[in-house]
T-cell receptor, first 109, second 113 residues
């Protein structure tokens, strides 16, 4: 079967750094996506990795290791508005997105 | 923001009644998707479309049908709603399959009593 694992919930402090991990087992791999979803809203695209390594985009970075079936999303200089769920998704061999259940990130002052 | 709207945004219906949800896009994207999102689960694909009148099943298609008669509209129908179909339904669009991210509509909260 196909499986995406992420922690259910994480807590961090405003101004700090947090790393959200994602491990996956899928039938094929055609890229990994991270989305942000605020409560009651739609998911919005954050990042895309298809090759191994780190992709940096402002305060957010995403890392991929295909050999380990592993990715992480790194959020720096945390702000209260970063309180949200972060969704990891893998595009499989049929080009369909397989989604993790999401990690709820709580930011404390 | 991608131009995607969903209607209705909220709906309460009774078990056994038919329900149709509408997704409308103004981006002229080829691919359209219907997902459901439930607590403790990731987004799950119900059906998707890769062109007018071209649709295919996703992971959780039982009890759902779709139609796409125009590029801009993708309809999701629950033929006879059940309580297990109480969920938040998201429509998404993308230009293509490889590398292109999906853009999501605002969602429809459906409650089946």
């Amino acid at each position: 079967g196909q499986n995406i694992d992420q922690p259910t919930e994480m807590t961090a402090t405003e101004g700090a750094i947090v790393q959200i991990n994602c491990t996956y087992q899928t039938s094929g791999f055609n890229g990994l996506f991270w989305y942000q979803q605020h409560a009651g809203e739609a998911p919005t695209f954050l990042s895309y990795n298809v090759l191994d390594g780190l992709e940096e985009k402002g305060r957010f970075s995403s890392f991929l290791s295909r050999s380990k079936g592993y990715s992480y999303l790194l959020l720096k200089e945390l702000q209260m508005k970063d309180s949200a769920s972060y969704l990891c998704a893998v595009r499989d061999s049929n080009y369909q997105l397989i989604w993790g259940a999401g990690t709820k990130l709580i930011i404390k002052p | 923001d991608a131009g995607i709207t969903q209607s209705p945004r909220h709906k309460v219906t009774e078990t056994g009644t038919p329900v149709t949800l509408r997704c409308h896009q103004t981006e002229n994207h080829r691919y359209m998707y219907w997902y459901r999102q439930d607590p403790g689960h990731g987004l799950r694909l119900i059906h998707y479309s890769y062109g007018v009148k071209d649709t295919d099943k996703g992971e959780v298609s039982d009890g759902y049908s779709v139609s796409r008669s125009k590029t801009e509209d993708f309809l999701l129908t629950l033929e006879s709603a059940t309580s297990s179909q109480t969920s938040v339904y998201f429509c998404a669009i993308s230009e293509g399959q490889s590398s292109y991210e999906q853009y999501f509509g605002p969602g429809t909260r459906l409650t089946v009593t």
